[in-house]
């Protein structure tokens, strides 16, 4: 069972491009689906903790549902298999890229590349606030947050923390 | 001064340090992907000063392309970069460490969290910051991205098309990759 997990989500890690959302519905189309591991509900929980835990989404969930296949060894199995994919790909990158990186053709290339980058990032932004119904005063923190960065470049850290204990704080005031 | 003595020191401390970085930024980056950009930026350039601002782009731009997770991608090429292969491994446990161990403990105590208020009260704050942080993101990189008027429309098409049109992610950047070996 460990070995065939591992399988998986090695397979999950290495064939999902785009970071972790993308792997999302390909672990729900192999755990859930393919495999019948965990039914849809238990799938839903493993992401509502998975997004509400520090660190990247879908190393989380996998570290999940690895705990509800096969306790801790399960748990570490998922995590490995995720990353492991990723850990391989990037070292051979990492290990070439010093090298080639001084060819003027390659300057070039990321030159253009590096435009397309913010327009992902922001075209991230612009369906984060259509998907996530925002009111004015949660779309008013974001906006702080941005200033807060850009001007005074305090540690998001703190930001983190702040948003955090301040609507814990506000709730129980209301409440 | 020079001696073996202190540069091995010198190669102990600076492991330490990266994986002491990448715990951090693992720790506190809720949101995952793009939401890290602001962490890892503020402790591998401003902090450490490790990596300078397009060195970073481009890694951000490699993740795309390649599988996995941008915060994993990033940690192994950043600990590559710092202290090679030793140092990658170093990052890339570094910041899988504090998913691990919340993950572990929220597992085993689902149950109690899902009762109290607390939680879903603390997250209605930390999303709207962690939009900012990835719309904070985009600021930095556009800094040093958007060098004159060709970048700006190779940038603002793309956002267009990935944006209103589906444009698949990685198509966008190899596309731009080929303006810019065209255009530049």
């Known amino acids: 069972m460990l070995f065939k997990m591992f399988i998986t989500f090695f397979k999950i890690g290495a064939f999902t491009f785009g970071g972790g959302y993308a792997m999302l519905p390909i672990i729900q189309e192999e755990v859930v689906n393919k495999k019948n591991w965990i039914d849809d509900d238990e799938f839903m929980d493993a992401l509502?903790?998975?997004?509400?835990?520090?660190?990247?989404?879908?190393?989380?969930?996998?570290?999940?549902?690895?705990?509800?296949l096969k306790g801790f060894p399960g748990a570490l199995?998922?995590?490995?298999?995720?990353?492991?994919?990723?850990?391989?790909?990037?070292?051979?990158?990492?290990?070439?890229?010093?090298?080639?990186?001084?060819?003027?053709?390659?300057?070039?290339?990321?030159?253009?590349?590096?435009?397309?980058?913010?327009?992902?990032?922001?075209?991230?932004?612009?369906?984060l606030i259509k998907k996530s119904k925002f009111g004015y005063k949660r779309l008013m923190i974001s906006l702080a947050t941005v200033l807060t960065i850009v001007f005074l470049g305090i540690s998001p850290i703190y930001l983190v923390i702040a948003g955090g204990v301040g609507a814990i704080v506000y709730n129980k005031v209301n409440s | 001064m020079a001696t073996k003595g202190i540069k091995v020191g010198d190669a102990v401390e600076n492991l330490v340090k990266l994986f002491l970085s990448f715990l951090k930024?693992?720790?506190?980056?809720?949101?995952?992907?793009?939401?890290?950009?602001?962490?890892?930026?503020e402790e591998i350039i401003k902090v450490q000063g490790w990596l300078t601002e397009t060195?970073?782009?481009?890694?951000?731009?490699?993740?795309?392309?390649?599988?996995?997770?941008?915060?994993?991608?990033?940690?192994?090429?950043?600990?590559?970069?710092?202290?090679?292969?030793?140092?990658s491994v170093l990052a890339t446990l570094a910041v899988v460490l504090p998913s691990f161990t919340v993950m572990s403990i929220l597992y085993h105590f689902i149950t109690k969290f899902k009762n109290t208020p607390y939680l879903e009260w603390a997250f209605t704050g930390i999303r709207p910051v962690v939009l900012g942080l990835i719309a904070a993101a985009s600021v930095?990189?556009?800094k040093s991205a958007?060098?004159?008027?060709?970048?700006?429309?190779?940038?603002?098409g793309l956002f267009y098309l990935v944006s209103f049109k589906n444009f698949n992610a990685i198509l966008a950047i190899v596309l731009a990759g080929f303006l810019g070996a065209l255009l530049y």
């Open chain 1, 77 to 127: 199995t998922s995590a490995l298999g995720t990353i492991l994919p990723s850990f391989i790909v990037i070292l051979i990158i990492a290990t070439f890229f010093y090298q080639f990186r001084d060819y003027p053709i390659v300057d070039k290339i990321f030159l253009g590349i590096r435009p397309a980058v913010v327009a992902l990032i922001l075209s991230a932004v612009y369906k």
């Open chain 1, 48 to 68: 509502a903790v998975a997004q509400g835990s520090p660190g990247p989404v879908a190393v989380n969930t996998s570290i999940y549902i690895g705990y509800k």
């Open chain 2, 140 to 142: 930095t990189v556009a």
């Open chain 2, 25 to 41: 930024i693992g720790a506190f980056s809720f949101g995952g992907g793009y939401a890290m950009l602001p962490l890892i930026e």
């Open chain 2, 55 to 87: 060195e970073f782009i481009d890694i951000v731009a490699i993740s795309e392309m390649t599988p996995g997770p941008i915060a994993i991608n990033s940690a192994t090429f950043l600990g590559y970069k710092v202290a090679g292969v030793l140092g």
């Open chain 2, 146 to 156: 958007f060098i004159d008027i060709k970048s700006v429309i190779i940038g603002a």
